[in-house]
């Protein structure tokens, strides 16, 4: 809102600025303006008099209006050209309970697009038959709310080309692409689906956020259908000739389910191309056809690094590879793949991971599912990695652990263990879900997984503070910024709250003081005598300890939502 600043002003005149001001509090009354198919542009934008198009409407906000657009079909590319302020978002969003259809013109690069946009929302519209991008915003800035939206029916355009959603930290100025910085993006609960059209197999990604993007957040959000990628963090590129250091740092990629994503083999549901810091957690992966990729952390430079990628309690399902632990040309370090459940159960399906080039990875309390498909492990023989794998619970064992380089491998869990010195503590029984066939991958009390995983870390000394020091801090999280720290058990303390974790010294801060012994085990809130392996910890204590009483409710199914 517009801020009115009035000093020394003597009483009167006060008396009579508050009979005629139409401000309260010293600020602009917001304004809402209205927009409908049988509106006209040259109305005033109220309830009763609406604009007909929703350019008109945007190009008259100022910071903090709110642009309601009633039931109909819009036609025509929107360009968004006004930022709010701090407090004082602009607001585009449909009329409460009615629906809102958005189209593009043939040829259009674009159904809603903005440069260099600041405090601005896009809620509750459909977004459908248009060419190129629904969502794109480019440039730098900062809050960005992305939330409700429904986009489908991707038309066909030049291949490579096209995202239902993009935030992109770059623009053209003058011929030459400028890097930039957007920080503070929400994009959530949004339903992406049937974007693949005609038979180009690079029909761009679905959700992606690119470069200098920082504390985002992508989160709820329900994909389906489509030819090559779903959620996509794309940093560190050589761009004609130059090497562009830029990353999506600091983000969450939480609670989203995707399914039937990609054709092929290296097609993923959730692709980190390039990035720093980024949580992807509780997150629902299935593939309809036995193609594509679940989870990839990885860089496609040559020169480029990906690290400190925390990947947990994920459900990844019958993909060709459920998850590339490594980069494909570059590097990913120091990262962490823990509590998550991959499932190979189709005939299509190749290899529950796949190794590839990197450096400080662990592998920790997953489940890795094998009842069909070829192999547990693959490595990639042209690929230098370094990955140390315990506690994991593989199923079936007789599946072939491909590792080593120059073509070696073993053929089952006991020679991989005993060849390699891996997985010490490690297991290979039926994890005993509770009903597989339809997807609830909770834990049945007769499980061997419960209690048979690893503290995630462990303290270094005893004390009694607000900050202790663990062997390897790079499991947990203080939030970014974006959302509160992890809550994490230390010893018989927990859970208690994480508000800053330092990397480098392995150092964790809380939000109270506890006490601890050298050595107590360090990991995420867990019920029984130790933490489960897989995505969900069992409640051995039916909700009656002092700990959270643990998930052992079914993962929700994909909400269909109809195209009216």
């Not at 490579?160 to 959603?165: H, K, L, N, Q, V």
């Not at 499932?343 to 997953?366: E, Q």
Request: glycine share 12%; net charge negative; with cysteine.
């Amino acid at each position: 809102m517009r801020i009115l600043r009035v000093l020394k002003i003597t009483l009167p005149v006060i008396c009579m600025f508050a009979l005629f001001s139409p401000f309260t509090d010293g600020e602009a009354m917001a304004t809402t303006y209205y927009v409908s198919p049988a509106g006209s542009d040259n109305n005033s934008g109220s309830a009763s008099t609406p604009f007909k198009t929703i350019q008109k409407a945007v190009n008259s906000v100022v910071a903090g209006d709110t642009v309601m657009v009633r039931a109909g079909t819009y036609n025509g590319s929107v360009l968004l050209t006004k930022s709010g302020t701090t407090g004082n978002y602009i607001t585009l969003q449909n009329y409460p309970g009615e629906n809102v259809y958005v189209t593009t013109n043939s040829g259009a690069s674009y159904a809603f697009y903005g440069v260099d946009i600041s405090y601005f929302k896009i809620i509750g519209l459909k977004i459908h038959t248009y060419t190129g991008y629904g969502i794109l915003f480019r440039g730098g800035g900062s809050h960005l709310e992305i939330r409700n939206n429904e986009i489908y029916n991707k038309q066909s355009a030049t291949p490579y080309e096209g995202t239902a959603i993009r935030v992109e930290a770059t623009k053209n100025v003058s011929g030459v692409l400028q890097f930039n910085t957007y920080t503070d993006v929400i994009i959530d609960g949004n339903y992406i689906h049937d974007t693949w059209s005609g038979d180009a197999r690079y029909e761009g990604e679905l959700l992606t956020v690119a470069f200098d993007v920082h504390r985002f957040q992508i989160t709820n959000n329900i994909l389906s259908n489509a030819y090559h990628i779903g959620i996509d963090c794309i940093g560190y590129h050589t761009w004609n000739g130059n090497i562009v250091d830029a990353y999506p740092d600091g983000g969450i990629i939480s609670g989203n389910t995707l399914t039937n994503i990609g054709t092929y083999a290296e097609d993923s549901s959730i692709y980190i191309d390039g990035g720093k810091n980024i949580t992807i957690e509780n997150n629902t992966l299935i593939s309809n056809s036995g193609a594509g990729t679940g989870i990839s952390v990885s860089t496609e430079d040559s020169t480029g690094t990906t690290e400190n990628i925390i990947i947990r309690r994920n459900k990844v399902r019958s993909f060709v590879r459920n998850t590339y632990i490594g980069a494909t040309n570059g590097i990913t370090k120091n990262s962490r793949w823990v509590h998550n459940t991959f499932i190979m159960d189709d005939s299509d399906d190749y290899a529950n991971a796949s190794l590839l080039n990197g450096t400080g990875n662990i592998v920790k309390n997953n489940i890795s599912y094998a009842s069909a498909g070829d192999r547990q492990l693959e490595h990639v023989y042209n690929k230098t990695y370094s990955v140390t794998f315990n506690y994991n619970d593989w199923y079936t064992g007789n599946k072939w652990f491909g590792y080593g380089g120059n073509g070696l491998g073993y053929t089952n869990f006991a020679n991989f263990q005993a060849g390699t010195g891996q997985e010490s503590n490690g297991i290979s029984l039926d994890p005993k879900f509770t009903d597989i066939s339809s997807n609830n991958l909770t834990l049945l009390s007769a499980s061997p997984c419960i209690d048979a995983g690893g503290f995630l870390t462990k303290t270094t000394f005893s004390g009694s503070d607000q900050t202790l020091v663990v062997e390897d801090a790079r499991y947990f999280t203080d939030g970014y910024g974006v959302t509160a720290g992890d809550l994490i058990q230390v010893g018989s303390n927990g859970p208690v709250r994480i508000t800053a974790v330092n990397y480098a010294t392995n150092t964790i801060t809380l939000a109270n003081s506890i006490s601890w012994n050298k050595g107590d085990g360090v990991s995420y809130p867990y019920s029984g005598s130790a933490p489960d392996i897989g995505a969900y910890e069992y409640d051995e204590y039916g909700g009656s300890s002092s700990l959270p009483s643990g998930d052992t409710t079914s993962p929700a199914p994909p909400i269909i939502m109809a195209i009216q």
